[in-house]
């Protein structure tokens, strides 16, 4: 969690001139990181429908890889722009890219085409890059920064329904249903105005979390096969072929992280899954109190303090990661008895 705070004056003259960009561009494409989540996709569909509503003259694209759970129950097929449409448009489109920290981690990324880079993020601001930076690591998730952007404005520009639905299902991702650390009284009353324009809360909540038999097999199987250190770290691998024998996807396999995370004694949960296609492994982290976010960043990863992801190259690396955190939560300790 950031130590820094939340700077209004300044997040306002930011804001001030990201609409001054909207404003001025004809044709914006809007970015997001591979892999989404609920923020990344929600943050990314409420910014495109805001721009659409506000000012409907304008070409506004969504770009990015599927999704086989969130897409179509929670969101849009993305749009596919072909090599052509950006030789065509070449230094003629602005493109807005939302919680990614990296340009690594852009999906589908041709922003070298655009004539101006803006990021706009909620993770630490390792990578700055584009042309301007609106970041703010003190928050909870990238779709509350955008809906406070898009509440300053309120005066003058409606946020829709639509828009609604979608900022408030990002904001609800990345805070676990407002439970986490980073949840704040400004995350609140900006979702009490989100639940103003008449969103259904049951049916988003009933869409996001609906369960299958297949993630309830692997559940099952987490279960049967996760391991614990005395440090307190609960971990679980989940192998290529453990994905086809349970019917899953290898963005699933984060799926059940969180089912250690209030157990006592655990300071530390890893999901461990391999990424066949790129011959890796990808690895979340979640913590309660222990900072994760460095070792994260030893490993080709980042991210917050409670919530990392990174990459081994092989199972091999496993007990190294485990060591790496097993320090950290060593040092919390000791900063604890001090």
């Not at 722009?81 to 807005?96: G, P, R």
């Not at 400004?186 to 988003?204: E, K, Q, Y």
């Amino acid at each position: 969690m950031s130590t820094m705070p939340f700077n209004p004056k300044e997040a306002n003259k930011l804001f001030k001139d990201l609409l001054k960009e909207i404003k001025e561009n004809q044709v914006i494409v809007i970015y997001r990181h591979t892999l989404p989540d609920f923020d990344a996709l929600g943050t990314q569909m409420g910014l495109v429908y805001w721009i659409k509503d506000n000012f409907p003259e304008k070409e506004v694209h969504y770009v990015g890889e599927g999704h086989d759970k969130f897409i179509p129950s929670l969101f849009p097929q993305p749009e596919v722009l072909e090599n052509k449409w950006y030789q065509d448009h070449a230094k003629k489109f602005l493109a807005i890219v939302v919680d990614t920290g990296s340009l690594e981690r852009i999906s589908e990324n041709n922003i070298q085409f655009a004539s101006k880079i803006i990021k706009i993020d909620h993770h630490p601001n390792v990578e700055p890059y584009g042309n301007m930076n609106i970041v703010y690591d003190m928050l909870g998730s990238c779709a509350e920064l955008v809906a406070l952007f898009c509440e300053v404005f309120a005066n003058k520009y409606i946020v829709s329904k639509q828009a609604a639905e979608y900022f408030y299902i990002g904001i609800v991702g990345d805070t676990g249903r407002f439970q986490y650390h980073d949840t704040r009284g400004m995350t609140l009353r900006l979702a009490a105005d989100l639940l103003d324009t008449g969103i259904d809360i049951d049916s988003i909540y009933s869409r996001m979390y609906l369960s299958t038999f297949n993630s309830l097999e692997f559940l099952k199987f987490v279960l049967n096969t996760y391991k614990r250190t005395e440090s307190g770290i609960c971990y679980y691998v989940v192998s290529a072929q453990n994905q086809k024998d349970l019917g899953i996807s290898m963005n699933e396999g984060k799926l059940h992280i969180n089912t250690f995370r209030n157990v006592q004694g655990v300071e530390i949960c890893i999901s461990v899954t391999e990424d066949e296609a790129k011959g890796n492994w990808r690895v979340s982290l979640r913590s309660t109190r222990v900072k994760i976010g460095g070792v994260a960043s030893q490993f080709e990863g980042g991210g917050h303090d409670f919530a990392s992801g990174c990459k081994l190259a092989t199972l091999d690396d496993l007990p190294k990661l485990i060591n790496a955190l097993e320090k950290a939560i060593e040092e919390q300790k000791n900063v604890g008895t001090k």
